[in-house]
């Protein structure tokens, strides 16, 4: 396939897994975060200080932006993201979370 024939858009995906050393300094950061945002409606900002009050996973949701990892790349411009979090078990040693290998078993050319 030439280069005229390949798409330009590219899918990143990156997995990152965060440990919660301070549950109140991230709530009380994704609560500043919700009260600055004036694009919010009254009552998904009073379901948002909710979530995030019971779960430090929404917390990060709401403090995590794909467009602050992308935001700088020259010449590329995001246009899509979604993203999700959630609290899971982690084993530093279990195969199963190895970094170095995608989905497939095979490298994704991640670095880390």
């Known amino acids: 396939m030439s280069t005229d024939e390949t798409s330009r858009f590219v899918r990143l ?9 301070d549950v109140e300094a991230l709530t009380g950061a994704a609560l500043q975060r919700i009260a600055e945002d004036e ?14 009050q019971e779960d430090e996973a929404e917390a990060i949701a709401y403090l995590v932006d794909p467009f602050d990892l992308v935001g ?9 993201a979604s993203w999700s979090s959630e609290q899971v078990d982690y084993d530093p040693d279990s195969p199963d979370w190895d970094l ?11 670095r880390g």
Do not use: C, F, I
């Open 13 to 21: 995906k990156v997995e990152l897994v965060l440990e919660v050393a």
């Open 39 to 52: 694009a919010m409606p009254v009552e998904e900002r009073a379901h948002a200080e909710g979530a995030v």
């Open 72 to 80: 700088d790349v020259p010449g590329a411009e995001l246009v899509q």
């Open 100 to 110: 170095d290998e995608d989905d497939d078993g095979e490298d994704g050319g991640s």
